[in-house]
């Protein structure tokens, strides 16, 4: 039975599809989304709408005590954004051809129903195509066990996570139930820039970050970060190879050309397992023109594959349009400046270029967030030459990055690891649990978010995290993302696993510094390798730079955490005396 789009749904009609909703794989064992969706619905049939505001529904679905203030107590607004996923992703899969959709537009909590309009309806998968894909992506390929606070991350990043370095291991998921989604996944290379281009910075590595972040912002679409995407261009693989290498679905490729003072652009959406051409569109615009060109670009890509543009999405789009290509040229120089962290004249450089950011555009959060965290992680590693005074402004950098953009993950995380140096452990998780859920698919997000989920003994919670950073940069040298999971891998005891990818980080020439020589000490101490503990130990007075190790433990939320390395390091006589006494001139 069809309706017109503007009726709206009768209360019998709509009360079924909320008890299809609530009995979906979407939120199968999501028990606190479920009585979200269930209050909010009731109020609406009751004509309370007027009432639903976050105070209310904190008292009635989260148990907050009266007086509860939901503008420092987020966990309505968190709550709300998984709730807006979960429905978006049954509309996806498995209600493609429900009759009522039920949706929580952003800026409330009033729900949106409706009957489905037939214009609007999302394909249905026919096992044809791009469909026949999107449905072979839906299938129950890959389960996930979490921990508890890691329960409230899953949704988010990517329903249907992989194993950490155990790909071939079956894993147990939510209250018994199988994952049945996966993102479509997507590379974009860098483009292919004609010689006679006279190239504008944005158009280096600008135009494919931007692209990049855009399509981030699609909860459909898993992409791969651009350190991975270099490295396949420069191995001159081909679609099949990129999608063995990366393990993605699509290939974005793109051809600039110049004619005068205009730009020709070609881009190809390319289906990797067959190298068949899914789309290729030319697109012509003056060089002046060039964001509004990239937001077209983006548009287009997403519905190429298929995936509904969220307002998420858009939002990022109008983010990007609000800053000139020269700004947004120079914020991506700064961040492929950035690391590795432990590399004195990269840092330089990096701080330079974010404060070159700020100064020509204030209210981008960007050069605010990249300043904390060149400044915080120098302050924490004992790199400054003036660590109280790099860490304050450090702080004050992430806090006017959140100010500015609250939806940017990595403002939330540069507040996060700006907390933490300042010894705010509980503020800098309440940031770093909030940071993946806005930048499901920036792998530094990831990243850091599990090592400071670790470094709160919430180990469970953390392994899907840096899997998935993993996943989505997994080429990248000189990311910090192999030696967080060795990190992460080291606190959940898994000291064989850690051990090997922190000596894999060494030899592909991955960062480096006296912290992973302690994690990789420390992990052979645990596997009764006393010699080779010793032995990495000595090396520690090699780096260029001494790390007070008590202060890099003074990171840690939960001691217990701290002690397993110290403890470690104790076990094959570790003495922080002798390293300082070493490295005396």
């Known amino acids: 039975m069809s309706h017109p789009s503007l009726e709206p749904p009768s209360r019998k009609d709509i009360e079924a599809q909320l008890a299809r909703l609530l009995a979906s794989d979407s939120f199968s064992g999501a028990s606190r989304s479920q009585g979200f969706l269930r209050f909010i619905v009731g109020e609406a049939l009751a004509s309370r709408e007027d009432q639903l505001g976050g105070y209310k529904i904190g008292l009635a679905v989260f148990g907050r005590p009266e007086g509860f203030d939901p503008q420092t107590d987020p966990i309505v607004r968190v709550e709300a954004g998984r709730l807006r996923r979960r429905l978006e992703h049954h509309y996806l899969t498995d209600g493609v051809e429900d009759p009522v959709v039920i949706e929580v537009p952003k800026g409330g909590y009033v729900p949106s129903l409706s009957y489905r309009s037939g214009i609007d309806a999302p394909p249905k998968p026919s096992g044809a195509g791009l469909d026949g894909e999107l449905e072979e992506a839906l299938s129950p390929r890959r389960r996930l066990a979490v921990g508890a606070l890691g329960l409230v991350l899953l949704f988010v990043l990517g329903l249907g996570a992989w194993r950490l370095l155990r790909p071939d291991q079956p894993v147990e998921s939510i209250g018994g139930s199988e994952a049945t989604y996966r993102p479509i996944s997507v590379v974009v290379l860098p483009f292919d820039y004609a010689t006679d281009v006279d190239r504008h910075p944005f158009l280096d590595d600008g135009m494919v970050e931007e692209l990049i972040d855009s399509l981030a912002a699609l909860p459909a679409a898993e992409v791969v970060a651009l350190g991975s995407a270099k490295r396949v261009v420069a191995d001159q693989l081909t679609p099949r190879e990129i999608a063995r ?56 890509v997403a519905s190429s594959l298929a995936v509904t543009r969220t307002a998420d999405f ?45 100064e020509l555009d204030p209210e981008f959060a960007g050069g605010h967030a990249g300043l904390a965290y060149v400044l915080g992680l120098r302050s924490w590693w004992g790199l400054s030459e003036r660590p109280q005074a790099d860490s304050r402004e450090a702080l004050q950098s992430a ?67 840096v899997r998935s950073a993993i996943r989505r940069d997994p080429l990248s040298v000189r990311t910090p993302v192999r030696n967080v999971a060795g990190v992460v891998l080291f606190h959940a005891g898994r000291f064989e696993e850690a051990l090997g990818i922190l000596e894999e980080n060494v030899r592909l020439g991955g960062p480096d510094g006296p912290h992973m020589a302690y994690y990789r000490a420390g992990s052979l101490a645990r596997l009764g390798r006393v010699e080779e503990a010793r032995r990495e130990l000595e090396k520690v007075s090699d780096f260029p730079y001494v790390l007070d190790i008590q202060n890099f433990l003074s990171a840690f939320r ?17 003495d922080p005396e002798a390293v300082a006494v070493a490295r005396a001139p």
Do not use: C
């Open 558 to 574: 939960e001691p217990r955490e701290a002690r397993e390395l110290w403890d470690s390091l104790e076990s094959v006589g570790f």
């Open 399 to 465: 806090r006017l990055a959140v100010e500015k953009d609250p939806d940017f993950g990595w403002a939330q995380m540069s507040l996060s690891i700006a907390l933490n140096v300042a010894g705010d452990h509980d503020g800098s998780l309440k940031a770093a649990l909030r940071a993946p859920l806005l930048s499901p698919s920036d792998p530094y997000v990831l990243a850091f978010a599990g090592i400071f989920q670790a470094f709160a003994g919430e180990v469970d919670a953390a392994i899907p995290l």
């Open 245 to 300: 290498s990366l393990g993605v679905d699509y290939v974005i490729r793109g051809d600039v050309r110049q004619e005068q003072t205009r730009l020709r652009i070609t881009v190809s959406v390319i289906e990797a397992s067959t190298s068949r051409i899914r789309q290729s569109r030319n697109y012509d615009a003056k060089l002046e023109n060039i964001l509004d060109l990239q937001v077209e670009i983006a548009r287009d």
């Open 314 to 358: 858009e939002r990022r789009l109008r983010t990007s349009g609000e800053r000139s290509s020269e700004v947004l040229a120079l914020y991506h120089q700064a961040t492929q400046l950035r690391d590795p962290p432990s590399d004195p004249v990269r840092s330089r450089l990096a701080e330079e270029a974010y404060r070159r950011v700020i």
